[in-house]
């Protein structure tokens, strides 16, 4: 699955071996190495995954094809005196929160009613795994990219970006024309519209103007792929602080002129993933990936626990801001409705300041979670989530058919209330299994990108 794994001989310097026996760690064997110095701090994590799910590859810090892919896997130069390791040293937290991404998307846009919402949010909470997906595909980038730029060169490396990008494209184009085409067919309720296919709507989409509910996201991807080269051009030559500006600054200005600031063009039904407002989470993780050992190294210096107490106090102030509609928030300003400042604090689709400072608050708090309980909860989840998370592409790709499936054959079972959770909470576990299944059993892995 990876080409350090392919090329067999590979002796590539920047792979973590073992101290002790400067051995490579073998298939499902864990260690921790330590250097002199080193203290329990945000890698201390050393978990061995069932053997009967070790079929994927669990590997390298991070998977080397940032966002849903993994194709390689290459730690950063320097890395961090502690490394939790399983087999070749893969950060399986950052897998592990992949997978949730993964695994929440597979039930929110299977939609109707569910007891699962509680833990995805539904896709109305104030984060979302849309934002996790793309923050965390710009951290890989950022962390994996950067770190072959010492051994590849930066040219070489801009390549391999651009030949991503090119991968996803083809996948964007690929899904949109064969699920869209289905969709068509059946007349699903998710069309935006029933433009007659044309040439000018294949154009359309072919030069991504024009896209459709749920390949919309991959559309965006493509395009922040097409622009991370450059990104790493600046950070390689020690201007991060010109990705931070352009970054916070596009998305600033579009909060007050989305007309004005709409970037790189207009397309036709992206109602969801504005290109100027998510661009903001794809690269500040970016540029926390790339600046990986820095960011580690000075979160060292706070006692974990307490940081992670703190960020559970401010997360648990979202539940109750949520669970009350905003009421509190309502009495504060004077507003008529408590759900009318909500959407305009918290609105997706615009990326606005409330939904920064909710995934501020998640995101670390949930990978500190991981840090702090890894081993408990690796071993109850780790073989759900670690796959997901490894192959996300795949299963975002294979989620499209499975809400497809859903909404053409269920309607047609007798008794069956979309509505009610005990009848389309098992249905959505029903898809998560069939997903996963394809994915212990690789189908479809030499058609399908990871």
């Not at 995954?49 to 080397?64: D, R």
């Not at 961090?80 to 087999?87: G, I, K, L, N, Q």
């Amino acid at each position: 699955m990876t080409a350090s794994q392919s090329n067999g001989g590979d002796k590539d310097p920047n792979r973590r071996v073992s101290r002790g026996g400067g051995k490579p760690a073998s298939a499902g064997s864990t260690f921790v190495p330590r250097f002199p110095g080193d203290r329990p701090g945000l890698d201390d994590i050393s978990v061995r995954l069932p053997t009967p799910f070790q079929t994927s590859g669990f590997a390298a810090v991070a998977p080397t094809e940032p966002g849903p892919g993994v194709t390689e896997q290459v730690a950063r130069p320097k890395a961090p005196a502690t490394v939790s390791v399983v087999r070749s040293g893969r950060d399986l937290r950052l897998d592990a929160l992949r997978g949730w991404c993964a695994l929440a998307m597979v039930i929110d846009h299977f939609g109707g009613a569910s007891w699962l919402y509680v833990f995805t949010g539904g896709n109305t909470f104030f984060a979302s795994a849309a934002e996790g997906f793309i923050f965390l595909s710009g951290l890989l980038v950022g962390q994996i990219y950067g770190a072959r730029i010492a051994r590849d060169g930066l040219a070489s490396v801009q390549l391999r970006l651009l030949g991503r990008a090119a991968t996803l494209y083809g996948m964007t184009i690929g899904l949109t024309f064969l699920f869209i085409g289905l969709s068509r067919f059946a007349s699903m309720p998710w069309l935006q519209d029933e433009t007659p296919v044309s040439p000018k709507l294949v154009v359309s989409l072919i030069t991504l103007h024009h896209t459709y509910y749920l390949v919309d996201v991959m559309l965006l991807y493509t395009i922040l792929m097409l622009l991370a080269p450059g990104a790493l051009l600046l950070l390689h030559t020690k201007n991060t602080h010109w990705v931070a500006g352009l970054t916070v600054g596009l998305w600033g200005v579009y909060q007050v002129f989305p007309v004005q600031a709409q970037f790189p063009w207009s397309i036709v039904n992206n109602d969801t993933f504005q290109v100027p407002a998510w661009q903001l989470w794809f690269f500040v993780g970016m540029i926390v990936g790339y600046h990986r050992d820095v960011v580690r190294q000075r979160l060292r210096q706070f006692p974990l626990p307490v940081v992670t107490g703190i960020l559970a106090v401010l997360a648990l102030m979202t539940v109750w801001l949520y669970a009350t509609d905003g009421a509190f928030l309502a009495e504060v300003l004077q507003a008529p409705s408590g759900r009318e400042v909500l959407a305009v604090l918290f609105d997706k689709h615009v990326a606005r300041v409330g939904r920064v400072v909710a995934f501020g608050i998640w995101f670390p708090l949930l990978y500190l979670v991981l840090t702090l309980a890894g081993r408990p909860i690796l071993r109850g989840l780790g073989w759900l989530l670690v796959p997901f998370g490894q192959n996300a592409l795949y299963v975002y790709a294979l989620h499209l058919f499975a809400v497809y499936l859903g909404a053409l054959a269920l309607p047609y079972v007798a008794g069956f209330d979309r509505f009610n959770p005990l009848h389309n909470t098992p249905m959505q576990v029903l898809a998560v299994a069939l997903i996963w299944i394809a994915v212990r059993f690789r189908l479809f892995f030499d058609v399908v990108p990871k």
